[in-house]
């Protein structure tokens, strides 16, 4: 089984987006394609649109910076959860970060094809 990370992200108590829906989404996710959660990062009560005061994904990106990382791989509910910020721009520059240093960004609720490799 390959190791993965897990980030959850909520702002509102908005059924669809809470932590436990997210967490069962992403360990299904994660059965169906054999991967193994070993981190959990979570900002809870968090606007997606900065990233100031998230300090789970601020935590995250740090460890994957510093390469303190035991996994190749974070999985994220969608899109949304990884951030709505206002410039596009800003979260592509920390999914190209992530890759950079060798950890992919993976949705498990988006539909594009080419996320899951083994």
């Known amino acids: 089984m390959i190791p993965v990370a897990q980030y959850m992200r909520m ?22 394609h054999e991967l193994r959660v070993v981190a959990t990062y979570t900002d809870v009560a968090k ?4 990233l100031k ?5 601020q ?3 740090r460890d994957v ?9 974070v999985l994220v509910y969608d899109v949304s959860r990884w ?14 970060l992530c890759r950079k240093f060798g ?7 988006e539909s594009f094809t080419n996320d899951v490799q083994k």
């Open 103 to 109: 950890v992919k960004v993976i949705y498990c609720e």
């Open 53 to 57: 005061g998230r300090v789970g994904l």
């Open 83 to 96: 951030g709505r910020f206002q410039d596009d721009d800003e979260a592509a520059c920390y999914e190209f």
């Open 11 to 32: 702002s509102t108590d908005h059924q669809k987006y809470s932590i436990a829906n997210q967490t069962a989404a992403i360990a299904e996710f994660a059965d169906r």
């Open 65 to 73: 910076i510093n390469n303190r990382v035991p996994y190749k791989a």
């Open 59 to 61: 935590t995250f990106l």
């Open 47 to 50: 606007s997606g649109l900065y």
